[in-house]
């Protein structure tokens, strides 16, 4: 079947009519991958995805394992043609310079997962046109890096610069589900973790009067979605997230009452000062950059396609995903560096039948006993 057939104008390759029927989308497997891929198959669309791990493929839904990373992995995929291409993946901005021409050719949207981490601090709900930290920062030792939010939006200038149209950026913010439950820049496996083995939750007294906009994942896969295959967003970027913000206290409020009424116990909290809670989890660019920022956003642009104002309540849907998290918990790799670290400043230690390999018991010793 010709591409003009399938609603393309052949001369940008863009989409010029609302008809999806092939989806490839790489990595979908996150807090947001996995609801959009079950959104899109059960409106009709042939949805394949690519995956680290063995997955079962089902009539709409196709998992291909392998490292989407790898050029003999996903090449043979870029040589067919996809109404859309949605990436999940997190690349290295020289590495995405060598890939973007291959995945616009391939598609005529390709959406690319970008992070609202971009944008620099603002003292108003910020806007899709709101100054960069690419643009506006002076922080040359920062700028020199390929940190994440830096990354993100030299990949994001690639696009622009590709000469191609057929592609949309979505600038999600920090999301949550039933198995991703952060406090600050704590994934639960460095503070939840804790709080279920009855030892302190360590927190930063810097950051959690900070002002920040959690949104639930299936909202931001149903934004995405109402977004492919419709036309006028080709070349657009737009930030998905809730209207409302809250502090990181009312967030830590929120999962220690859950607590509270899972073990009948209300988990103990220490607030450490930046110097030692930068040196518990190591994210200085994360921390200075944007979880010392207050966040807030302006969802005009989006509000055209999507009703955010039907996105669930952070407090009842933040409080039921820990809830059905609690109804049987697994953790991710423990980082046992870090746990030292805290059990030091809490003056607590972990039992070592918790650490399974000999190499992370030693680790552990020596941060907790000997050094930080």
Same mark, same amino acid.
């Given at each position: ?8 104008d ?5 989409l ?6 092939n989806i ?11 609801h ?7 409106r ?7 995956t680290r791990a063995?997955?079962?493929?089902s ?5 291909i ?11 043979p995929?870029?040589?067919r043609? !996809? ?11 020289s ?18 997962l970008?992070?609202?981490?971009i944008?620099?601090?603002?003292t108003t ?8 930290l690419?643009?506006s920062?002076?922080?040359l030792?920062?700028l020199?890096?390929?940190e994440?939010s830096l ?13 191609k ?6 600038r ?10 952060q406090?600050?820049i704590?994934?639960?496996e460095a !503070? ?8 302190t ?6 950051i ?12 931001v896969a149903?934004?995405?979605a109402?977004?492919?295959?419709e036309?006028?967003?080709l070349?657009e970027?737009?930030h998905?997230?809730?209207?409302d913000s ?5 967030v830590?409020d929120l999962?220690?009452?859950v607590?509270?009424?899972h073990?009948?116990?209300k988990?103990?909290v220490?607030?450490?000062?930046m110097k ?10 994360q ?9 807030t956003?302006?969802n005009?642009?989006?509000a055209?396609?999507?009703n ?5 309540s952070?407090?009842?849907r933040l409080e ?14 423990i980082d !046992?560096?870090?746990e030292?670290i805290m059990?030091?400043?809490c003056c607590?230690?972990?039992s ?21």
């Amino acid at each position: 079947m010709a591409l003009e057939d399938k609603g393309y104008d052949p001369f940008t390759n863009a989409l010029v009519a609302k008809s999806m029927k092939n989806i490839l989308i790489l990595g979908g497997t996150g807090a947001m991958g996995k609801h959009l891929v079950q959104l899109l198959a059960e409106r009709g669309d042939k949805v394949t995805v690519t995956t680290r791990a063995r997955r079962e493929s089902s009539a709409y839904i196709e998992y291909i394992q392998g490292n989407a990373r790898e050029d003999r992995f996903i090449e043979p995929l870029l040589e067919r043609q !996809w109404d859309a291409i949605v990436d999940f993946m997190v690349y290295s901005t020289s590495f995405f310079r060598q890939r973007v021409p291959k995945l616009l050719e391939a598609t005529g949207q390709y959406v690319f997962l970008s992070s609202a981490r971009i944008y620099a601090d603002s003292t108003t709900p910020i806007q899709e046109d709101s100054p960069r930290l690419l643009d506006s920062s002076n922080n040359l030792e920062f700028l020199n890096t390929d940190e994440y939010s830096l990354a993100k939006a030299r990949q994001e200038d690639l696009l622009k610069q590709s000469g191609k149209k057929n592609w949309t950026i979505i600038r999600p913010y920090i999301t949550y589900s039933e198995q991703r439950l952060q406090l600050g820049i704590l994934e639960k496996e460095a !503070w939840l973790y804790r709080a279920l083995q009855g030892r302190t939750i360590v927190f930063s007294e810097d950051i959690i009067d900070k002002l920040t906009t959690l949104t639930y994942g299936l909202d931001v896969a149903s934004a995405i979605a109402a977004l492919i295959g419709e036309p006028r967003i080709l070349g657009e970027a737009y930030h998905i997230t809730q209207n409302d913000s809250v502090s990181w206290r009312q967030v830590l409020d929120l999962y220690l009452k859950v607590l509270e009424k899972h073990h009948g116990r209300k988990p103990k909290v220490a607030l450490l000062d930046m110097k030692r809670f930068s040196r518990c989890k190591k994210a200085v660019y994360q921390i200075k950059y944007d979880r010392m920022f207050n966040r807030t956003f302006d969802n005009s642009k989006i509000a055209q396609f999507v009703n955010v104002n039907a996105f669930h309540s952070l407090e009842q849907r933040l409080e039921r995903c820990l809830e059905e998290f609690l109804e049987n918990p697994e953790f991710l790799a423990i980082d !046992w560096r870090s746990e030292a670290i805290m059990d030091r400043y809490c003056c607590e230690v972990a039992s070592l039948l918790e650490i399974g390999h000999w190499k992370q018991r030693i680790k552990y010793l020596l941060y907790r006993f000997f050094r930080i």
